[in-house]
Structure formats: C-alpha cells, structure tokens
C-alpha cells in the first residue's frame, strides 16, 4: 500500500504546474520594467500585462497572447520570456505590426501600418533598417513612396522617392535627407540633382 500511494504522490508532483516544466494555457502577469521584466501567476490587469497561452520554466514559450493595460496586444511565438518568431502586435491608435521579432523586439521582415502609411521591409531592433518600402495612403502625401535602404528607421544610402504627381528622385540619402542624386518631373526630364545635400538647379 506505501509504495503505492507513494507512486500516486510522485505522478500528482510531476503533473503540479508549479513543478512540472511546459504547460498550455497558463495565465502569467509580467511584473517591472522593460529589459528586467519579472513573471508571476499574480497580478493585477489593470496594472501588469497579462499572458495566455503556453510556458516553459515559469515564463511565456512556444504560443500566447499578450495583453497590456494601454489596450495594444500581441500575438504570436515566445521564447524564454520575449517575443520571438512570427507574430502580429496591434494598438489602440489602429496601428499593426505582423512579421519577425527577435528578444522582444520587430527584427527580420515585417510589415507595419498606419492610418496614413505603410512599410514593408526589413526591421533591427524595432527600427527600419535594411530595405524596404514606405507608401502613403491617407492625407497630404497620399500615393507616394520611397523604395529603398534604411538604417535606424530613417532612409539612408540608395532608394527612390516617388511623388503622387509622378516626379520622382533616384539616388542617396542620408539621415532621412537627398544627398546625392536627380530629381525628375512625370516625363522623365531634370529638374535637379542633389550634390552632398545641396541643391543644383540643371
């Protein structure tokens, strides 16, 4: 009789969600500040995020959702506490981000969209940086884009710039700025080139 109670009490300590190591469905709440977060199975959702969906060592991995107070969410995979692979994050103001993140952060391609804009392209550390593709959709820059390279989530190095009027400029930026390169009107004719930032009317 001991030795079977002793082999139920084994099997109830290996199946507790305190002892045993991946679990579904468990509910975490993540506690402190970015960089140093903390979870816990206690919490309060108006104050502390609250995570659903699969764990591993106490902490969010393989599937789940997240869900902050300010009302944005997070949907996707997880690894050792951080949002890791594919995954779709929305907020409150209507803004999507659906692609890779990497340590809780958007790295790899992604798509981002706004009420106005759009990007498509590569992403480093939450930032645009790689190639890409902005568009305007709504407001006074509607049907325009830019088609090109982007290093800390500003156009940087070779890209196109395409008005709505169907002028366009080919060439370098930097930090956001022309910085060499030739601007054309609809048929295709110079209207300028950009030399190291500066202006030549042809």
């Known amino acids: ?9 084994s099997l109830l300590l290996l199946s507790s969600p305190v002892i045993g190591n991946s679990h579904k469905g468990e509910t975490l709440y993540r506690w402190g500040e970015s960089g140093n977060y903390k979870w816990m199975e206690l919490g309060d959702k108006e104050t502390h995020s609250v995570y659903q969906g699969q764990v ?8 789940g959702v997240i869900f902050d107070p300010n009302g944005s969410k997070y949907v996707g995979s997880w690894m050792n506490g951080e ?9 409150p103001n209507g803004e999507k981000y659906v692609g890779e993140y990497k340590d809780g ?9 706004s009420s106005g804009s759009k990007y498509v392209g590569e992403y480093k550390d939450g930032i645009p940086n790689g190639q890409g ?9 509607v049907g325009e884009k ?9 156009p940087n ?24 390169g030739t601007q054309y009107d609809k048929n295709g ?6 030399v190291n930032g500066k202006t030549i009317e042809p």
Do not use: A, R
């Open 56 to 63: 591993k060592d106490g902490k969010p991995n393989g599937l």
């Open 1 to 9: 009789m001991k030795h079977i109670l002793l082999i139920l009490f």
């Open 146 to 154: 830019y088609v090109g390279e982007y290093k800390d989530g500003k």
């Open 133 to 141: 593709t902005h568009t305007f959709v709504k407001g006074d820059f």
């Open 157 to 180: 190095g070779q890209g196109t710039f395409t008005w709505s009027d169907g002028g366009k400029y080919v060439g370098e930026y930097k930090d956001g700025k022309t910085w060499n």
């Open 105 to 113: 952060k958007p790295n790899g391609q992604g798509t981002f969209t």
């Open 189 to 194: 004719n110079i209207t300028k080139k950009v």
């Open 83 to 91: 949002q890791n692979g594919q995954g779709t994050e929305t907020f």
